[in-house]
Every structure is written in C-alpha cells, then in structure tokens.
C-alpha cells in the first residue's frame, strides 16, 4: 500500500464523497474508486457503505480508518522533521505571501531578521492564497502570510496586523479633493474590484453589507497591483489596504480618502502548520511579526 492511497482513503472517509475526494487529490472518481476497491480486495473485506447518502464505512471501514489516519499522520511528523532537518542544516527559512503583505508590510522584518541571523537565507515567494495554505500544510513552506485568514485546526494562526481600508481613485477623479467621504457613495461610481475567488473581496463585500450596499464591479482583478494600474488611469475607484499604496501616495499616481462612517480594515496573518517542527530561527521570524500585532 502506498501512503498516497492510505490518505486518499482517510480523506473519503472524512468527506464522504467521491467527487470532493477526488477533487482534492487532483484525480478522477475512477481513480479513486479503484483505490478504494484495491483496498478492500487486499483485505478482503468491504470498508465502504455505498448503500447509504452520504457514503458510510462500515465496521470494517471505520477500524482501517483509524489505523491508516494514524500511519498518516506519523508519516506527516516523519516528513515535517526531515524537512527541518534538511531546512537547518541549508540555513533556510521558506515564507509565502500575498503579494500585497510580501510587497508592503514583510520587508522591514526581513531586515530586522537578518540583523540577528545573518547567515540564514531568507527565501520568499510571492503566491495565492490558496497556493500558500496548501504549501504550508505540505511541509514545503515554514510560514505564509495571508489576509483574513480562516481558522483551520491543522494550522496555528497568528494576527499579523489590521490594514486600513481607504477609497482610492485617480488624483483626476471628482473624489479625490474630499477629505472623507460616505461608504454609500460607493454604490453610485464605477468600482474595481478583486475576483471572487479572493478573501479580500469576501472581507469587503460583508463590510459593505453591514450599510446594505451590494456592488458590482466594473472590473474584477486577482491581484491589487493590475487593480492600482486601472484605478491609475481614472477607470473606475476601489477599496484597498492604505499599506499597499504607500509608493502611489507618495509619487501622486493615487489618491486615498478615508472613510467617514468608521476605521475599515483588513486583518492579516501569519499561518503554520500546526504540527510543523520549527527551527530556533523560524520561531523567532514568526514573534517578530506576533510582535506587530501587540503594538511592539
């Protein structure tokens, strides 16, 4: 038995389902099904209750569950620590982060890391949020910074810190004199917006429906650097963290205005994997950005 089929069966178990089992691994149903039905044919037993809505395990079913979750998750330490063991002794620390935190907000820790590890190197990938949790729960990636981050019992999950959420338009806009303006103004100009598939947006659609306001953008983009550029050349305005506008601000390029109706913003934070060994140079990356948050 390979330990992939062994996680594929305890994922079905805990789904219950064939498509989003198969979903997660990146496989078809078939595939899974005869996964499943290798199993059963090398034990001679039947592990799975397809009579029943959704899918059931048998007792048979249930008792190779808790033996293959608890291979699994020894396999899981045993990979964990060889990875650290391979990350120390290459002096390596592996963060991800969302372009916006990566850009903005993670370069001065860097350097204060750096000022007490200097022999460690650093390495940063700018990825998805998505991308970040699945890299973090493989081991590949030692700490990830996202914003609004979901709680999730198979990760620690840190506050980083709350971004500020402004109005931004182009210098040219009429909004752009105002010192502050009303959120319900929103609803009555052009809006670009992050895609759907970005937590931010989730975060700043039930913001706005706290003032029942419903928008729909003009255009929607995966990442709040191709949101700036449009904003840029007076398409439409947005709502994005101040922090990440800071360059913009200061050559002219943007205009922010704050919010008169309360202090919106964005939570951020910093994911790793629960059960992840951490080297003594990681765990002190990670209290340098808990620090931020504490008001340090």
């Known amino acids: 038995m390979h330990i992939e089929t062994l996680k594929t069966f305890c994922d079905l178990a805990e789904l219950r389902s064939f498509s989003k089992t198969a979903e997660k691994h990146l496989l078809s149903q078939s595939a899974v099904s005869q996964q499943i039905a290798q199993l059963e044919l090398a034990h001679k ?127 040219r806009h009429p909004l752009a004199g105002e010192e502050q303006v009303d959120v319900h103004r929103i609803q009555f100009e052009r809006f670009i917006g992050f895609s759907s598939e970005v937590t931010t947006r989730t975060w700043i659609d039930g913001t706005l429906e706290r003032y029942n306001i419903v928008i729909q953008p003009v255009m929607e983009f995966d990442n709040i650097e191709t949101i700036k550029r449009a904003v840029e050349i007076n398409s439409g305005v947005s709502i994005l963290p101040k922090t990440a506008i800071v360059q913009e601000l200061a050559e002219g390029t943007l205009k922010a205005v704050n919010f008169s109706n309360e202090n919106f913003v964005r939570p951020t934070g910093v994911i790793v994997r629960r059960d992840k060994i951490l080297s003594p140079a990681a765990r002190y990356f990670i209290d340098l950005l808990r620090k931020n948050s504490d008001g340090n």
């Open 45 to 171: 037993c039947q592990f799975l209750d397809r009579k029943k809505r959704p899918l059931g395990l048998t007792h048979a079913g249930q008792l190779f569950y808790h033996a293959c979750k608890d291979i699994v998750d020894r396999y899981s330490e045993f990979t964990n620590s060889l990875n650290v063991l391979k990350s120390s002794s290459a002096g390596r620390i592996n963060i991800a982060a969302i372009f916006s935190i990566g850009m903005h907000s993670l370069p001065d820790y860097i350097k204060k890391f750096m000022v007490k590890f200097p022999d460690i190197n650093v390495h940063v990938e700018y990825l998805s949020a998505v991308k970040i949790y699945d890299l973090v729960l493989a081991g590949d990636i030692d700490v990830g910074l996202v914003a609004v981050p979901r709680r999730d019992k198979r990760f620690d999950v840190y506050n980083f810190t709350n971004e500020p959420l402004v109005l931004v338009c182009s210098p």
